[in-house]
Each structure stands twice: as structure tokens, then as C-alpha cells.
Nanobody
Framework: VQLVESGGGLVQAGGSLRLSCVAS????????MGWYRQAPGKQRELVAI???????NYADSVKGRFTISGDSAKNTVYLQMSLLKPEDTAIYYC??????????????WGQGTQVTVSS
């Protein structure tokens, strides 16, 4: 199973970006999909997560500015980011808890997409 992110880039403070993450491969089911980020010199942190059933959780720092959504039929999760701040600059990673068709369960990560917010 692979996760491929897209949609990162350079944006001015106050702007918006939309990240996408598509899961592909021998997928039986996906229980959780979410977004993490890692800024230089900092630990990777949770940004937003969508739990099977549709509930969502957000980091306090992005509440009211970011929205996570998904399309289960397409094994895709999105992160709409608005009112971006320079401190949102980081590599954003997609994460999923997957059950493969072999019934093996594991957590997988995407390769990351860079988001840079200029002041």
C-alpha cells in the first residue's frame, strides 16, 4: 500500500492550500487517515485526523483554519488549509492505518509534501 501526497507549495501568509493524499495498492480497508507535519528542528506532530465513521480531530494550532475531509470510495483524504501562517511551514505527511487484502494491519506514511508560508 502506498500513500501519495500532492498540493504543497509556496504561499503568502493569509493564503490557502489544499493537500491531497491517495492510498493505493491491495487495500481491504482504511480505519484512520490523517495529516502530520514536521518543521525543521521539531518533532513530527499531528495536524488533523479523520477516524472511520467520520469523526475528526485537530491540533489546537489549526482549529478553525484547517479542514480535513475524505472520499472513502477513492481512498483519498484532503486537508484544506486557510489563513496560513509562517509557523505552518513544514513538511506535511499523510498517514493511514490500513488493513491489506492479506488482512495484515499496519500504519503507513506518504513521502511528504513541502508547505512554505512566507510572511
Amino acid at each position: 500500500v502506498q500513500l501519495v501526497e500532492s498540493g504543497g507549495g509556496l504561499v503568502q501568509a493569509g493564503g490557502s492550500l489544499r493537500l491531497s493524499c491517495v492510498a493505493s495498492g491491495s487495500i481491504f480497508s482504511i480505519s484512520n487517515m490523517g495529516w502530520y507535519r514536521q518543521a525543521p528542528g521539531k518533532q513530527r506532530e499531528l495536524v488533523a485526523i479523520m477516524i472511520s465513521g467520520g469523526s475528526t480531530n485537530y491540533a489546537d494550532s489549526v482549529k478553525g483554519r484547517f479542514t480535513i475531509s475524505g472520499d472513502s470510495a477513492k481512498n483519498t483524504v484532503y486537508l484544506q488549509m486557510s489563513l496560513l501562517k509562517p509557523e505552518d511551514t513544514a513538511i506535511y505527511y499523510c498517514n493511514a492505518q490500513v488493513e491489506a487484502t492479506s488482512r495484515a494491519k499496519y500504519t503507513t506514511w506518504g513521502q511528504g509534501t513541502q508547505v512554505t508560508v512566507s510572511s
